[in-house]
């Protein structure tokens, strides 16, 4: 075999462009856009086409003057309305003018020339192909009614294409995923002592490029292997002026001739005549029937028709047979998945439920072993490496395609070498990673397959020159094939997915049962705290209250003796007590998520910039403040009060946690928290958020510091130095925002405290965007209706305002304030407290105006804001709020900044 040369291998020759046919047939080549002239012509046309020699030359004649115009006439209206198809011609009969016999002729459309193939009909044809025929319609009953395996309709199907036929064999050969092929049909003459059945063939046999031609053309006719091709002339003109000079696709014509090596490999096996035809499922190469000869055989075009259409039935069984075969298959997983699922239901731990009981995740999949590596802890279920192994598999596995939920391989220790050592018990691995950490995964094993029967050495023969050469032998070959298991089906990865989620759903389940345990453990150590820690409040507001009570005292005492002097000391001692106050009752507001929001559109960018200087008088010249800000930063949605408040919290703590001097980071990033994160976290919403960090380099926190940081009224420092209110309010300010805390410390290297708040996607509020002007007096006759329960409130209000030059109308409750509104009053603005007596409360009486007041301006003062009445922190257009107690200037700017 060396003497063989490496452009005859099939693997390298362009095999769909041979240049010669097969001689029981001629080909004309035609080319429509040349007024439909015969450019190219099999050498042996004219011994086919005539009894008797022609005068006239073919090429460069019409096809009308060749073959009638009738004819013509036909396939010039196939070949406008497309369907000359190369996967199925236009099979036809014709004869010619003083010819004693007729022609079959296939015509076929491909690369812009249409090629029309003729052979001579016989006397018998008609017959062979009636009967032919009635053969085809007893195998289609019979293909129908077969509902046994895969090889059971190979039987049928090959049993009946030889009765059509007349080949002494028939095979029915099945590709596997990597191209090999196997014999799972087999019927031959019992004096044909060579057989094929069951054995398999390596891909190199038939090599990609025949692949790829048996795709698109679904047969392939051999009467005669050893008959002399019969080469094409061409006009040569018209074959100059043609792109590829050389080329004449021949890839969908019966007639092309087959490859040297195709010949020289039925040679080795014995084979003389030949047929093949593709088996196409789902418009992939399934197989093929493949009929042997050993001598020279022609069925006729009636029976290689009727052969060809029961192997597109056999393809249709197929699809459905494998179709119920995996249905079956599925179902039996579904079954198994279904019950483990129940059995994890009531289970309190997730590796139990897995791998303990009548039903584990071993018995999934047809493995042979399998693996949980949950919580830090390994299982092991059927025969599988020892768990350093594992784990040392799983290391390597949390590396690769890090976006995968699943890892599948079924020839792992390709690319993971130290697992070569564990190919014969888990040459196969799948691997479901159930968290976007991959710390925990689910594992299943298979064993590699023992043993092969091949028809002949895999190993095809080369010449000296490289080239593939055709096999000698095909006699049995037994391999033992180590380092590759089964493949893993795509519904047996659909399955695994949905044991994934299913595992996931108890594991929430489970973790918000620990959330809630946790919440009702927080809410009792909460209502301990503050039980313990009344008297502290209670001392620190007594003393609050006494400074104020005192101050204003002696400021009374001071004015009646008209000593003037020392007035503005205690007034000023008399607001630091009362702003403290104000301050610590903030903070339980914002730790019991009560407080009143005015959530607004917020560039965080923005913000942090404004607060720069503020941090840096705050936290002194021993720490370096940086704050870094982010391109493309999206909005939040938040109140920016609160969010400077917990800024500076955060900052003070941060402080506190440098006593000799540090870095502080203030930093805005966009973020992105998945589900899978969301999973593990059953308090965060999966979605887009703006993470603004606050990171030093100070003490750090102990884990168990750390897990208590959002307690309320929890405080490391000393007594009299904090009330353990400022991380709560920040968690509560977050939480109320719709958004997210968590803490990051390490002892020795500093803490960061995140803040992740929801992006906003609505349009920019101008009113909100835009810095006003504040001019806190009144500019002309504006009308102010203050509606408030408390007396002393309602007196100061309507005085500043008065002072101020509004004119101010006063109203004790929501119904004395709507007889105001209902009337034909002016009303410029409406200032209402939130929480009124009599049934009627601030923001009902806002609702009822705006009816027949729509473009009114409301402003609300509470003390405590029910959400409900403020529809949960969104106020509509026009309307704001604002928290008492509240400065009066303040106040003056804010109805000035709404007029």
Same mark, same amino acid.
């Given at each position: 075999m060396s003497g063989w040369a490496a452009d005859v291998s099939c693997s390298y020759e362009p095999i769909h462009i041979p240049g010669t046919i097969q001689p029981y047939g001629a080909l004309l080549v035609v080319d429509p856009a040349l007024r439909w002239t015969i450019v190219a012509a099999s050498r042996n046309a004219s011994a086919v086409l005539?009894?008797?020699?022609?005068?006239?030359?073919?090429?460069?004649?019409?096809?009308?003057?060749?073959?009638?115009?009738?004819?013509?006439?036909?396939? $010039?209206?196939?070949?406008?309305?497309?369907?000359?198809? @190369?996967?199925?011609?236009?099979?036809?009969?014709?004869?010619?003018?003083?010819?004693?016999?007729?022609?079959?002729?296939?015509?076929?459309?491909?690369?812009?020339?249409? $090629?029309?193939?003729?052979?001579?009909?016989?006397?018998?044809?008609? =017959?062979e192909a009636m009967t032919a025929g009635r053969l085809l319609q007893e195998a289609i009953v019979e293909l129908r009614g077969t509902r046994n395996s895969l090889e059971a309709l190979g039987r049928v199907a090959a049993r009946h294409v030889r009765l059509i036929t007349g080949y002494e064999r028939v095979v029915i050969y099945k590709f596997d995923?990597?191209?090999?092929?196997?014999?799972?049909?087999?019927?031959?003459?019992?004096?044909?002592?060579?057989?094929?059945?069951?054995?398999?063939?390596?891909?190199?046999?038939?090599?990609?490029?025949?692949?790829?031609?048996?795709?698109?053309?679904?047969?392939?006719?051999?009467?005669?292997?050893?008959?002399?091709?019969?080469?094409?002339?061409?006009?040569?003109?018209?074959?100059?002026?043609?792109?590829?000079?050389?080329?004449?696709?021949?890839?969908?014509?019966?007639l092309r001739s087959?490859?040297?090596i195709h010949m020289q490999y039925h040679r080795n096996m014995g084979v003389n005549g030949s047929i093949s035809m593709s088996i196409l499922h789902e418009q992939t190469l399934w197989g093929l029937v493949i009929c042997h000869h050993r001598r020279p055989h022609h069925p006729s075009p009636g029976q290689r028709t009727a052969a060809a259409a029961l192997t597109d039935v056999f393809a249709l069984r197929v699809g459905s047979n494998e179709r119920a075969a995996t249905d079956q298959a599925r179902r039996r997983e579904l079954a198994l998945l279904s019950a483990l699922l129940i059995h994890m239901a009531d289970a309190e731990d997730v590796t139990a439920a897995l791998t303990e009981g009548e039903t584990t995740i071993g018995?999934?999949?047809?493995?042979?072993?399998?693996?949980?590596?949950?919580?830090?802890?390994?299982?092991?279920?059927?025969?599988?490496?020892?768990?350093?192994?594992?784990?040392?598999?799983?290391?390597?596995?949390?590396?690769?395609?890090?976006?995968?939920? $699943?890892?599948?391989?079924?020839?792992?220790?390709?690319?993971?070498?130290?697992?070569?050592?564990?190919?014969?018990?888990?040459?196969?691995?799948?691997?479901?990673?159930?968290?976007?950490?991959?710390?925990?995964?689910?594992?299943?094993?298979?064993?590699?397959p023992q043993i092969v029967n091949w028809g002949g050495s895999p190993h095809a023969d080369a010449s000296e020159s490289g080239s593939i050469l055709p096999r000698l032998s095909f006699e049995r070959w037994v391999e033992t094939r180590h380092g590759v298991a089964t493949p893993w089906d795509d519904w047996e990865l659909e399955i695994a997915d949905s044991l994934r989620h299913g595992i996931m759903e108890v594991v929430i389940r489970g973790l918000r049962k620990v959330a809630d345990l946790n919440d009702r453990?927080?809410?009792?150590?909460?209502?301990?705290?503050?039980?313990?820690?009344?008297?502290? $409040? =209670?001392?620190?507001?007594?003393?609050?209250?006494?400074?104020?009570?005192?101050?204003?005292?002696?400021?009374g005492h001071r004015l009646g003796q008209g000593r003037?002097?020392?007035?503005?000391?205690?007034?000023?001692?008399?607001?630091?007590?009362?702003?403290?106050?104000?301050?610590?009752?903030?903070?339980?507001?914002?730790?019991?998520?009560?407080?009143?929001?005015?959530?607004?559109?917020?560039?965080?960018?923005?913000?942090?910039?404004?607060?720069?200087?503020?941090?840096?008088?705050?936290?002194?010249?021993?720490?370096?403040?940086?704050?870094?800000?982010?391109?493309?930063?999206?909005?939040?949605?938040?109140?920016?009060?609160?969010?400077?408040?917990?800024?500076?919290?955060?900052?003070?703590?941060?402080?506190?946690?440098?006593?000799?001097?540090?870095?502080?980071?203030?930093?805005?990033?966009?973020?992105?928290?998945?589900?899978?994160?969301?999973?593990?976290?059953?308090?965060?919403?999966?979605?887009?958020?703006?993470?603004?960090?606050?990171?030093?380099?100070?003490? @750090?926190?102990?884990?168990?510091?750390?897990?208590?940081?959002?307690?309320?009224f929890f405080t490391t420092k000393p007594l009299g130095q904090g009330t353990g209110l400022g991380l709560s309010m920040v968690y509560?300010?977050?939480?109320?925002?719709?958004?997210?805390?968590?803490?990051?410390?390490?002892?020795?290297?500093?803490?960061?405290?995140?803040?992740?708040?929801?992006?906003?996607? @609505?349009k920019d509020d101008a009113a909100a965007a835009a810095l006003p002007v504040l001019l806190p007096s009144s500019q002309g006759s504006e009308i102010v209706l203050v509606v408030d329960d408390e007396p002393v409130v309602r007196m100061l209000i309507g005085d500043v305002l008065r002072d101020l030059g509004y004119a101010v109308i006063e109203a004790a409750d929501g119904a004395e304030g709507l007889r105001v509104l209902d009337s034909p009053q002016p009303v410029d603005l409406l200032i209402s407290d939130v929480g009124l007596p009599g049934g009627l409360n601030g923001r009902q009486l806002a609702d009822a105006a705006r009816v027949g007041r729509p473009d009114l301006k409301v402003l609300f003062i509470t003390g405590y804001a029910e959400n409900a009445v403020l529809s949960d922190g969104m106020l509509a257009p026009a309307m704001q709020v604002m928290t008492k107690p509240f400065a009066l200037d303040a106040l003056a700017a804010k109805i000035r900044s709404m007029m």
């Open positions: 005539f009894e008797t020699p022609w005068l006239k030359a073919i090429i460069g004649s019409s096809i009308a003057q060749v073959l009638g115009t009738v004819f013509a006439k036909a396939l $010039l209206h196939r070949f406008h309305e497309e369907r000359l198809g @190369g996967e199925a011609p236009w099979q036809s009969t014709l004869t010619l003018p003083d010819q004693p016999f007729s022609l079959d002729a296939s015509s076929h459309s491909h690369a812009g020339l249409v $090629l029309v193939e003729l052979e001579r009909s016989r006397p018998a044809d008609q =017959a995923a990597e191209w090999n092929g196997q014999a799972i049909a087999e019927l031959k003459n019992d004096d044909w002592s060579q057989s094929l059945d069951g054995l398999h063939f390596p891909a190199s046999d038939i090599p990609a490029q025949a692949r790829a031609l048996y795709q698109r053309s679904p047969m392939r006719f051999v009467p005669d292997r050893d008959a002399t091709p019969m080469p094409l002339d061409a006009d040569p003109v018209w074959m100059s002026a043609r792109a590829a000079p050389q080329a004449i696709d021949l890839s969908f014509a019966r087959l490859s040297p018995n999934l999949f047809s493995s042979t072993g399998a693996a949980v590596l949950y919580n830090g802890t390994v299982a092991l279920i059927g025969e599988t490496p020892p768990e350093t192994d594992i784990l040392e598999l799983v290391a390597w596995l949390r590396t690769q395609n890090t976006a995968d939920k $699943l890892f599948q391989t079924n020839a792992l220790s390709a690319a993971f070498p130290a697992w070569t050592r564990y190919t014969a018990i888990a040459s196969g691995v799948l691997a479901v990673f159930l968290a976007a950490d991959r710390s925990d995964v689910l594992l299943w094993f298979r064993q590699e453990l927080r809410q009792s150590q909460k209502m301990e705290a503050v039980g313990q820690l009344t008297g502290g $409040l =209670a001392h620190d507001f007594n003393n609050l209250l006494t400074g104020i009570i005192g101050s204003l005292e002696l400021i003037l002097a020392d007035l503005d000391r205690y007034i000023g001692a008399a607001m630091t007590s009362a702003n403290r106050a104000a301050s610590l009752t903030h903070r339980l507001l914002a730790f019991s998520r009560r407080q009143t929001l005015d959530p607004r559109p917020l560039d965080v960018n923005r913000l942090i910039s404004s607060m720069e200087d503020l941090i840096r008088r705050t936290t002194g010249p021993g720490i370096h403040v940086e704050t870094v800000a982010s391109g493309g930063l999206w909005r939040t949605l938040c109140d920016a009060n609160q969010l400077e408040n917990a800024l500076l919290n955060l900052a003070i703590n941060a402080r506190d946690a440098m006593p000799e001097g540090g870095r502080l980071t203030i930093e805005a990033t966009n973020a992105r928290l998945d589900d899978d994160y969301a999973d593990l976290h059953p308090d965060v919403i999966a979605g887009q958020y703006v993470a603004i960090s606050v990171t030093d380099t100070g003490s @750090g926190m102990a884990a168990e510091v750390k897990a208590r940081a959002f307690d309320p509560g300010f977050a939480k109320q925002s719709n958004g997210y805390t968590t803490i990051y410390s390490e002892i020795g290297q500093g803490t960061s405290v995140r803040l992740y708040l929801p992006r906003y996607l @609505g």
